[in-house]
C-alpha cells in the first residue's frame, strides 16, 4: 500500500494541471555567504561569567535581528535524534489510509494533515503531510510492539529542557517574570509536529510549506540534511542551511507579543525537495489556552490578549483569507 498522498490529483483536481504563474509571493532567494547566528548553549553552564553573559547577549541580539538561530552543544544525544527520525519515518511510512484512518484521541481529529484541502491559490498549497501530537494525547497513545510513544516522551523531554533554558533568558531581558514559564512548561499545550515534504512536479511555485509565522513562544526544529526552509529578513528569501548537531530556533507570534515587538517572529517557508523526501520534526511552546499575553512595560504595543482569542481570530482569517493575519489585529 502506497504510503504517499495522492497530492498531484488532489492538487490538479482543485487547480488543473497547467496554472497561470503567481507573483504573489518573491521567489528570491539568497543562500549563499549568509549565517545564522550559532549560539554555543555550553557556554551558558561551563563557562564563566563573562562567557555566559556575551552567550546570552548574542542569543537576545538574534532574537531581535533575525527571530532565527541555530544552537549547538545542547546537549542532547544523538542517539535521542537518531531513534526520533527511526519513529517519524516509521510513522509516514505507514500507508495513507491508515494514516487517515486513524485517530489517536478524541481531541486530535485534525492531527493528520497533507495538502491543503482549503486553499485557493497554488500558492496556498503545501506539499506535505504532518502529524500533530499534543504532549497531552502522547500519554493516550498505546505502545503496543513499537517505541512510538516512549520515544516520543523522550525527545519532547529532552527538547523541553532546552527550549525552557532559552524562554527563560529571553524573557528575563523582556521583564518577563522567571517563573512565568515554569507554569508553561507543564507542557500540555504545547505541541509537537512531525513534517514531510515530498517532491513536487508543479515546479517552484508550489511549496512544500507555505510562508507563515508560528503562533508559539518559541519552536525547536530538528531538521535531516537535505535543507528547504527559508526565512525572510529584509525582504529576501533567506536558506537555513541544515548543520548537523544543530537544533534551529525561532521566536513566534507569542513572544513577539510579550516582548512588545522587541523579538521577531519571522515569516518561514519551505521549498519542497527535488528528488528526494525530507522530514522535520518541529516542538511548538505554547501558553495554556487561558494564559493572557501581555507585555509587563510600558507604553505597550498590543492590547492584552488570551492565546485561545488569538487562535480563534487567526482561525477565521484563515479561513477567510487564505492567511493568518497575526499580530497586527492586536496594535494598540
Ligand atoms: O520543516 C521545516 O523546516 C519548518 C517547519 C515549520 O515551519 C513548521 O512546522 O511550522
Ligand atoms: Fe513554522
Known sequence: ????????????SIFGSSFPRSTSDEPTVQTSGIKLPVIDLSHLTNGEEVTRKRCVKQMVEAAKEWGFFQ?????????????MFREDKKFFDRSFNEKVREKFSDSSKHCYRWGN??????????????????????????DEGNNFRRTVAMYVQEVARVAHMICEILGNQVKVNSKYFENIFALQNSFLRLNKYHPCVFGSQVFGLVPHTD?????????????????KKNGQWIG????????????????????????QSVRHRVIPPANVE?????????PYQETEIEFSGNPKKYRRFSFREYKEQSERDVKETGDKVGLSRFLI
Open 117 to 142: 484541502p482549503n486553499a485557493t491559490s497554488p500558492t496556498q498549497y503545501s506539499f506535505s503531510e504532518a502529524f500533530h501530537i499534543t504532549l497531552a494525547e502522547i500519554l493516550s497513545f498505546s
Open 215 to 231: 503562533t508559539s513562544f518559541i519552536t525547536i526544529l530538528a531538521q535531516d540534511q537535505i535543507g528547504g526552509l527559508e526565512l
Open 71 to 83: 544552537v549547538v552543544n545542547h546537549g542532547i544525544p544523538k542517539e535521542v535524534f537518531e531513534m
Open 240 to 263: 537555513v542551511k541544515p548543520c548537523s548537531d544543530a537544533l534551529t530556533v525561532n521566536i513566534g507570534d507569542m513572544f513577539q507579543a510579550l516582548s512588545n515587538g522587541v523579538y
Open 1 to 12: 500500500m502506497a504510503s504517499r498522498p495522492p497530492f498531484e490529483t488532489h492538487f490538479s
Open 278 to 286: 525530507r522530514l522535520s520534526i518541529a516542538f511548538f511552546i505554547c
